[in-house]
């Protein structure tokens, strides 16, 4: 019997952490917001990752403790043109 080595694709989170424990959009603008954690760190495959996301910068001019609108909701043609 030969043991052949399977390819494992993970991912690294930088850790965020949702503004709301529960994880729920803002009552405000429906939109989950995110806090940066700078201890936490997650790893996931790549294949359960569903999609790309782009964080917005609520308040730029905070500096000590930024947070970010999770948009979900992005044109893939456009995202994969820019990046």
């Known amino acids: 019997m030969v043991w052949v080595p399977q390819t494992l694709e993970l991912a690294v989170f930088a850790g965020y952490k949702c503004k709301d424990p529960c994880g729920r959009p803002n009552r405000l603008h429906g939109c989950v917001e995110v806090e940066f954690d700078g201890r936490d760190r997650s790893v996931a495959e790549v294949g359960s990752i569903e999609g790309p996301v782009q964080l917005v910068e609520v308040n730029e001019a905070r500096r000590s403790w930024k947070t ?8 893939l043609e456009t995202y994969y043109y820019v990046y």
Do not use: L, P
């Not at 970010?68 to 044109?75: A, K, Q, R, S, T």
């Open 68 to 75: 970010w609108i999770v948009n979900n909701h992005i044109d």
